[in-house]
């Protein structure tokens, strides 16, 4: 990585790192706030899905935004947004309000990956490295977010807990201003060259990107996006009613396990994310992108059977969970970035999170819904489900590719 990649990727993993340790730090209040509001899991997806559904809602006006001005300045708001979320989730009355304070920290949040990641697909050299260290970044946030929650939790009420949160948001980005971006954000220059701003230009490009194989990528997104929302919004509770990983008294504290594990589980997810950039730089990226939602299937299929079995299987299980739900992210960026032209990447990253965080937010719903009408096993049988269709539609983009291929078409002459 040159000296004009490092200030780009720098700026983009501080943000990241902190997008990811607000969004995984929520599913540890959840268990604070299904107490503190005497909601059900039911509402309480409700409640947190409407926080993470802004996410993708706001993903699209990102990506024109970071597509006509440039990224640096939307990542910043987003940061700021965030913790201005946070302040206002720990004054929050009930759960109305907490939906409201949920919603303004989703929509700060959404403006992120389209931004950070269309600078990073436009302005570094090596892609998969900057991708692979882009999204370890963000598993570090994924740790110490949920971990640092756990921690104060121990200690202090749940909303000093949350206003804590705000500290992060300012401190990021400070850091984040003072990196010398210098020429390599410029790679964005041009301003208005993707004719985005202009509602003929949003639709002309919008037309013209679901014409393409960014189509078939924009459904197995959004079938990830409802694994991943499914999966971890609810996980630290499941993980708390495995009879190995009740809750202890140490010290006259009540100390959690199975938060542990849940941190231990996206610990893991450092190594995917890294492990997931890298392979897009040595193999193609359809074979990566069907290995991971395979290892997706194997792991909702084995979490039931590994819980009774005992901690060793459980802990075995959340490692393989933590990898293959974050190797999937840096497979799926990259290749958005191989079949959608340069001057459309923000808005292509865009509709990619719509899918991911918009309508992937239905997870948390989803899976409320299965643990309060039904049980575990039957959201984990869901989840196997949505994850094998999400790797048949992969297995149709690559024999799709391979058919043009043979055919002498390019993938960018007929995909992007």
Wanted: aromatic share 10%; hydrophobic share 55%.
């Amino acid at each position: 990585m040159n000296s004009d990649d490092r200030p780009v990727v720098g700026f983009t993993m501080i943000a990241h790192a902190l997008f990811h340790a607000y969004e995984l730090s929520i599913p540890i209040f959840v268990v604070v706030w299904l107490e503190a509001f005497s909601v059900t899991s039911a509402i309480l997806g409700i409640v947190v899905g409407v926080g993470y559904a802004a996410i993708g809602l706001g993903a699209v006006p990102s990506g024109i935004l970071s597509d006509e001005y440039g990224s640096d300045r939307v990542v910043l708001v987003a940061l700021l947004g965030m913790g201005v979320g946070f302040g206002l989730m720990s004054v929050s009355p009930n759960v109305v309000v907490l939906a409201l304070a949920l919603g303004v920290w989703g929509t700060a949040a959404s403006l992120y990956h389209p931004a950070g990641l269309s600078l990073l697909s436009r302005g570094v050299d090596q892609r998969g490295t900057a991708f692979a260290y882009h999204g370890a970044a963000g598993n570090v946030g994924t740790v110490l977010g949920p971990l640092l929650a756990s921690v104060l939790l121990i200690f202090l009420p749940w909303r000093v807990a949350a206003a804590i949160f705000v500290v992060p948001a300012l401190a990021g980005a400070a850091a984040a201003v003072r990196l010398p971006l210098g020429d390599a954000a410029e790679v964005e220059d041009d301003p208005g060259a993707a004719g985005n701003t202009s509602l003929s230009g949003f639709w002309t490009n919008t037309r013209a990107l679901f014409a393409s194989g960014f189509l078939v990528i924009f459904g197995a997104v959004l079938l990830y996006g409802l694994y991943y929302r499914g999966i971890l919004t609810f996980l630290p509770k499941i993980l708390s009613g495995v009879p190995v990983l009740e809750p202890i008294t140490v010290f006259d504290r009540t100390v959690s396990p199975s938060q542990y594990v849940y941190a231990g589980l996206l610990t893991v997810g450092v190594g995917g994310q890294y492990v997931g950039g890298r392979l897009t730089d040595l193999v193609e990226t359809e074979y990566a992108l069907i290995g991971a939602f395979a290892l997706l299937v194997v792991g909702a299929l084995a979490f039931v059977p590994a819980a009774a079995a005992g901690v060793v299987p459980l802990l075995a299980v959340c490692v393989l969970l933590g990898f293959a739900i974050y190797v999937t992210a840096p497979v799926y960026q990259a290749i958005i970035a191989e079949y959608v032209s340069d001057d459309s990447h923000g808005l292509s990253y865009g509709y990619n999170y719509l899918g991911m965080f918009g309508v992937g937010a239905l997870g948390a719903p989803i899976a409320g819904a299965a643990l309060s009408y039904a049980n575990t096993t039957v959201l984990f049988l869901v989840l196997a489900g949505i994850a094998a269709l999400a790797g048949l539609i992969s297995v149709y983009l690559l024999v799709r590719t391979n058919d043009r291929v043979a055919t002498g078409d390019s993938r960018a002459e007929t995909e992007g």
